[in-house]
């Protein structure tokens, strides 16, 4: 390995003086006034295009948030090594970053590469309508486990935090049925849709900060609507370790800069209050025959259990701004 780093190194016009391992993909290269980052990367042949092509955008429209790669002697953005891609970039001294600028960035991105097309709507409210019975089945399963649950004399831990958790559970898929049906008559009015260009695996490591705010790990970038980054990222279990009400209240950040549409707002909910997780996680303790240990279980369905907590926390919060936007439109 030592061997294929002074390698990939050499196509480099730089002559390190110290390497560390940080971990399986990433190394820490000091050159003496500088100190770069060298990621092996998950890159292929079939998604390199698309890798460049961020970089290719983030010059056209100089978004200083993208952290430069840097150019190998041949002027190329990576080395190919032993059929492995890889790339170097400054290395970051990471500070704690800022809310408001994550979004500010992350909303540039998204409103400054945005495609506008038509859909097929009718396909869209048939979908959520089967999305709508597949939720309602949802419930029903929840509630037969709480009662089969109930019958036990003494219950586990986790069948004691299911049925704890039923109330609640029940009150989020009620709220996503009601969001679902004013998504479904929002949308019979619309016959536009954007993809943006995404991160597409936008997490918490991946945001650093000096004086600036950077977004890194480009490589699974691809164009899609953007709430499947902020979906992703709101959806993230370690988001539930940092104060969730900053990036809750700190959102009107992203909307100066990307302005969603009722639609899209309604839609933002929806993804945020999808039970599929936590239903998943009741049945693989139903059907697994209790395989994996009792802390896993109560691990995965607490983390499930919060993701949905955030998302009746973003919906309360955004409510009245809905509402607010259905107020202006009508009159």
């Not at 092509?53 to 983030?58: I, S």
């Not at 977004?215 to 279990?237: G, M, P, R």
């Amino acid at each position: 390995m030592a061997e294929d780093i002074t390698s990939v190194l050499s196509a480099y016009p730089i002559k390190s003086k110290y390497i560390k391992h940080i971990t399986d993909l990433l190394y820490y290269i000091d050159v003496g006034d500088q100190a770069y980052a060298l990621k092996k990367s998950t890159l292929s042949n079939d998604t390199i295009n698309q890798w460049q092509q961020v970089y290719d955008l983030a010059n056209h429209y100089h978004f200083s948030f993208v952290l430069p790669v840097m150019l190998t002697r041949d002027g190329n953005l990576f080395v190919m090594s032993n059929d492995h891609i890889y790339y170097m970039t400054p290395w970051i001294n990471h500070k704690n970053y800022s809310t408001k600028n994550f979004y500010r960035s992350l909303g540039k991105l998204h409103a400054q590469t945005k495609r506008i097309f038509e859909v097929n709507i009718e396909q869209i409210e048939q979908n959520f309508t089967t999305y709508k019975e597949t939720c309602q089945q949802a419930l029903t399963t929840v509630l037969h486990t709480v009662q089969q649950f109930e019958r036990q004399i003494y219950m586990s831990p986790f069948e004691l935090q299911v049925c704890t958790h039923y109330r609640h559970i029940e009150h989020i898929i009620e709220k996503l049925i009601s969001t679902i049906d004013q998504f479904v008559n929002e949308i019979k009015s619309q016959r536009e849709w954007s993809y943006s260009l995404c991160h597409g695996n936008l997490q918490i490591d991946h945001i650093v900060a000096t004086d600036n705010t950077y977004l890194i790990n480009w490589e699974q970038a691809h164009f899609d609507h953007a709430l499947t980054d902020l979906t992703t990222f709101f959806k993230q279990s370690k988001l539930f370790s940092f104060p969730r009400k900053s990036f809750i209240t700190s959102f009107s950040t992203y909307l100066e800069e990307n302005e969603l549409t009722i639609s899209e707002h309604l839609l933002l909910c929806i993804y945020l209050l999808d039970p599929a997780k936590y239903v998943t996680v009741i049945q693989q303790y139903n059907d697994e025959r209790h395989q994996d240990t009792m802390i896993n279980y109560v691990k995965a369905l607490e983390q499930a259990f919060r993701q949905l907590l955030f998302g009746l926390q973003w919906i309360d919060h955004y409510e009245q701004e809905i509402n607010t936007i259905f107020a202006e439109d009508d009159s």
